[in-house]
């Protein structure tokens, strides 16, 4: 399995045994599920703040790997696809997987997003700020259903903006639980639903607008943002 990107970049580690050891402070302690562990670090390294999510006997399995593989080559998949429609996503610097004394592990290491704040930390008071937003993540959410994938896990949290209004940057993380569902309606609806139960910036007539953007980005006549 490779354990570089493309274009590795200088001055960081370039191995699986490297980027284990990297000392940095858990934004996400280690959790148990899946029969194994899986957490989040925060590291700067060459005065630059990256994420590695570290995990062990944490696997996916699927008809191309029905053994198992850890999830952060299916997170790193789905970044790649994401970026690919043009989806703002976290960039990623390492993947790679290796044997440790616990067992088989996965390690994905991401830039952090210089200047992104979640959606559930964003504070703005003035309402043409806050329809503005609404319409450019309905327009990024439709962009992914376009293409008849589900996020799975669109909390607030998980939805990343810089800027203010019109001019806002949206981004989308923690990509593990990306999928196809076998039927695409399906995955608007879910996603769509989770969102507007899990935020609490917008009033109703925001998240018509957050709708409405979100039907043009679905017909394909819309542009991520």
């Known amino acids: 399995m490779p354990s570089t990107i493309d274009a590795p970049v200088a001055d960081l580690p370039q191995s699986f045994e490297a980027w284990w050891a990297v000392p940095g402070a858990w934004v996400e302690e280690p959790n148990r599920r899946r029969g194994g ?16 999510k570290k995990q062990c006997n944490h696997l996916h399995r699927s008809l191309a790997s029905p053994r198992g593989e850890p999830t952060t080559e299916r997170e ?3 970044i790649v696809r994401l970026a690919g429609l043009g989806i703002r996503v976290p960039q990623p610097v390492f993947r790679g997987s290796g044997r440790t004394a616990e067992g088989y592990a996965g390690i994905l290491v991401t830039e952090a997003l210089e200047g992104f704040v979640s959606l559930d930390a964003l504070q ?5 700020d806050r329809r503005a937003l609404a ?3 309905g327009t990024v959410i439709g962009t992914l259903h376009r293409a008849r994938l589900q996020h799975s896990c669109l909390y607030d949290k998980h939805i990343m903006v810089r800027g203010q209004g019109a001019a806002a940057e949206v981004a989308l993380i923690d990509l593990e639980k990306l999928r196809r569902p076998l039927l695409p309606w399906r995955a608007a609806a879910h996603d769509l639903d989770q969102l507007s139960r899990h935020q ?11 709708l409405a953007a979100h039907a043009v980005a679905l017909r394909g006549s819309g542009q991520p943002a």
Not at 200 to 210: E, F, K, M, V
Request: no cysteine; charged share 25%.
């Open 37 to 52: 562990w899986s957490g989040m670090l925060r590291a700067t390294l060459a005065g630059r703040l990256y994420y590695v």
């Open 200 to 210: 609490a910036l917008w009033d109703d007539g925001d998240w018509r607008a957050l």
């Open 124 to 128: 703005t008071d003035a309402a043409t």
């Open 135 to 137: 319409q450019k993540v």
């Open 76 to 78: 790193y998949r789905n």
